[in-house]
């Protein structure tokens, strides 16, 4: 992954240096972007899309691989699930190739899909000049999400020498020209040949739903089903539709670098990472924070994780390389790295393909060199996604860039926070227990003991999270608790809580884990012998437990 502020490098998380590209000038806006490089007239028309408050299934195209027989059987089969009628199901006769040419790309998938909007009346176009596509402008599209399935091919290969082609962008966007074919399809509707560089969009940092929002016609949404295996894709439905009906509950991880603001050009990147941690996702689901250089660890007791935000490893490490690891059903995953989609169908290789393996229903990932800047925001997509936006909306309204690298794997219609929005029960009601696990149940009680605390205060906050674990008997809920007393800096409190978590929780790594987070917050505060007592007490205890081999980590941090 390269930095946006003229120095580019492709380090890995244990800072083996790829080679560094020195880069004359990139000029990215904080909320948005200038480039040379622009859409014809057909992206930049104005905005003539569906009628609002549409379900998003009613604005959706599901794109199949004739050439592969389980594509069209898994089209079939999200189709049927999600209510798409048939005449929306689109089969193209391309490449099985996850990697195409330029050439397989505009033959076999935009000129038959354009053919297929033209014919159906999908969309309009002024003037209608099939035979001189540049100069056709759509002015109006009934269509905002496409879906990609299994077979679709997933990137395009850098080309050379392309008719049409321009880009004045410094160096190396106007040398890149590879793309990944969903980002490529978001672009459809611009009957562009600048394909060079990248295109400015108009949704990023948008905070309207897609058919609603002030933006080209043209342009839509793309979301690919795809993974290693065709049953996975299956899962990868099912779950999402589950979900969505009896909500995302367990918790966040987020793995930082400990990089400060500025420090470095890779910097950007834990910005993303804190705000995430700090601001956005702990008043919904309890969130861990690692902010060390280091990843998480392979022992690291992960349970129950039900958001993942991670950087910067080449390959699947820490505990997703971790034999019966399982992410919760529904869960939604990203880990930053330049390549980590180069396959999505490998579960071994890269980060995607792994991700999905392990259970992750939603996953980001780049086909290719996105740099820094022009990869997922991810404060941003967290942001949108936890306020309810479906999967697609929240993506693409945090990439600063179309026709580009990054992939957006999962059902783009899926909605987890749908529950997490209509949280409307009372707390001293012994039924709210009674919606599902027990995970479901701290879940709901600690979305809303967070909320108190978000608007009210953490002394009220504190109050209702822990009125509501005494009465659920959860652990759960006193982890949370005293992860949030620990970014709020009260390490006394933080410590309590988890002691009440440990006392509740049955599983030794869920004790380990939460000893683990009470030895972290104690030696930050300046209390190392009680942290060093606390981590020798809980090492005995677990000593039969593989998950307490991360104790040893902490030794370092609590010596005097």
Same mark, same amino acid.
């Given at each position: 992954m390269n930095?946006?502020? @003229?120095?580019? !490098?492709?380090?890995?998380?244990?800072?083996?240096?790829?080679?560094?590209?020195?880069?004359?000038?990139?000029?990215?806006?904080? #909320?948005?972007?200038?480039?040379?490089?622009?859409? =014809?007239? &057909?992206?930049?028309?104005?905005?003539?899309?569906? +009628?609002?408050?549409? /379900?998003? #299934?009613?604005?959706?195209?599901? %794109?199949?691989?004739?050439?592969?027989?389980?594509?069209?059987?898994?089209?079939?089969?999200?189709? @049927?699930?999600?209510?798409?009628?048939?005449?929306?199901?689109? &089969?193209?006769?391309?490449?099985?190739? *996850?990697?195409?040419?330029? *050439?397989?790309?505009? /033959?076999?998938?935009?000129?038959?899909?354009?053919?297929?909007?033209?014919?159906?009346?999908?969309?309009? +176009?002024?003037?209608?000049?099939?035979?001189? *596509?540049?100069?056709?402008?759509? !002015?109006?599209?009934?269509?905002?999400?496409?879906?990609?399935?299994?077979?679709?091919?997933?990137?395009?290969?850098? !080309?050379?020498?392309?008719?049409?082609?321009?880009? /004045?962008?410094?160096?190396?966007?106007k040398d890149a020209n590879g793309a990944c074919v969903d980002s490529e399809l978001t672009v459809l509707g611009g009957f562009t040949r600048a394909i060079s560089g990248f295109l400015p969009n108009p949704y990023f940092r948008s905070y309207s739903r897609f058919p609603e929002a002030k933006r080209p016609p043209a342009m839509m949404l793309v979301g690919r089903l795809d993974a290693p295996t065709g049953s996975m894709v299956k899962r990868m439905i099912e779950d999402s539709l589950a979900v969505e009906k009896t909500g995302l509950w367990g918790r966040c991880y987020i793995d930082g670098r400990g990089m400060a603001a500025g420090s470095n050009p890779l910097a950007e990147g834990?910005?993303?990472?804190?705000?995430l941690a700090n *601001?956005?996702?702990?008043?919904?689901?309890? !969130?861990?924070?690692?902010?060390?250089?280091?990843?998480?660890?392979?022992?690291?007791?992960?349970?129950?994780?039900?958001?993942?935000?991670?950087?910067?490893?080449?390959?699947? #490490?820490?505990?997703?390389?971790?034999?019966?690891?399982?992410?919760?059903?529904?869960?939604?995953?990203?880990?930053?790295?330049?390549?980590?989609?180069?396959? %999505? +169908?490998?579960?071994?290789?890269?980060?995607?393909?792994?991700?999905?393996?392990?259970? #992750?229903?939603?996953?980001? @990932?780049?086909?290719?060199?996105?740099?820094?800047?022009?990869?997922?925001?991810?404060?941003?997509?967290?942001?949108?996604?936890?306020?309810g936006y479906t999967f697609a909306e929240s993506a693409w309204a945090a990439q600063p860039g179309l026709s580009w690298m990054n992939t957006v794997v999962g059902d783009p219609l899926y909605r987890p926070a749908l529950v997490w929005k209509n949280l409307e029960f009372?707390?001293?009601?012994?039924? &709210?227990?009674?919606?599902?696990?027990? =995970?479901?149940?701290? &879940?709901?009680?600690?979305?809303?003991?967070?909320?108190?605390?978000?608007a009210k205060g953490p002394a009220a906050g504190a109050a209702a999270l822990k009125k509501s674990a005494e009465r659920l008997h959860s652990g759960r809920i006193y982890e949370g608790l005293g992860l949030l007393e620990s970014a709020h800096g009260d390490a006394g409190r933080a410590a309590e809580a988890f002691e009440h978590a440990a006392k509740y929780y049955r599983e030794p790594a869920d004790r380990v884990r939460v000893a683990y987070e009470e030895i972290r917050c104690l030696a930050n505060a300046g209390r190392k012998r009680e942290a060093a007592a606390i981590l020798a007490s809980s090492r005995d205890q677990n000593a039969s437990e593989p998950a307490a081999a991360v104790l040893d980590e902490l030794k370092t941090l609590v010596a005097p």
């Open positions: 930095a946006s502020d @003229g120095y580019y !490098t492709r380090s890995s998380r244990r800072g083996r240096p790829y080679g560094w590209i020195v880069v004359a000038a990139l000029i990215l806006l904080a #909320a948005g972007l200038t480039t040379s490089r622009v859409l =014809t007239q &057909g992206l930049l028309g104005p905005s003539g899309g569906p +009628r609002a408050g549409a /379900n998003p #299934a009613d604005l959706a195209v599901v %794109v199949f691989n004739e050439n592969d027989p389980l594509s069209r059987e898994l089209a079939d089969f999200y189709a @049927g699930k999600r209510g798409i009628p048939s005449e929306r199901v689109v &089969g193209l006769k391309c490449l099985t190739d *996850e990697e195409i040419s330029r *050439e397989e790309y505009d /033959n076999h998938i935009a000129a038959p899909l354009r053919q297929v909007f033209d014919a159906r009346g999908w969309w309009k +176009r002024s003037p209608d000049k099939p035979g001189e *596509e540049p100069s056709s402008i759509v !002015t109006s599209n009934q269509i905002c999400y496409l879906v990609l399935i299994r077979g679709i091919p997933l990137r395009i290969k850098q !080309t050379s020498n392309y008719p049409g082609d321009h880009c /004045n962008e410094p160096s190396p966007l834990d910005v993303w990472m804190a705000k *601001e956005i996702v702990p008043y919904t689901l309890p !969130t861990v924070y690692d902010n060390q250089p280091a990843m998480f660890s392979q022992p690291f007791p992960m349970n129950e994780a039900a958001l993942y935000f991670g950087w910067y490893s080449e390959q699947v #490490a820490g505990p997703f390389a971790r034999g019966g690891f399982k992410f919760q059903p529904g869960a939604v995953a990203c880990h930053i790295h330049s390549f980590s989609a180069t396959s %999505v +169908r490998d579960p071994f290789k890269w980060w995607v393909g792994p991700l999905i393996d392990k259970g #992750a229903d939603a996953v980001l @990932g780049n086909v290719y060199e996105p740099y820094l800047s022009l990869t997922t925001h991810l404060d941003i997509f967290a942001d949108h996604l936890l306020d009372d707390l001293d009601d012994p039924s &709210g227990s009674a919606g599902g696990s027990s =995970t479901a149940a701290d &879940g709901r009680a600690f979305a809303q003991g967070a909320r108190t605390w978000h």
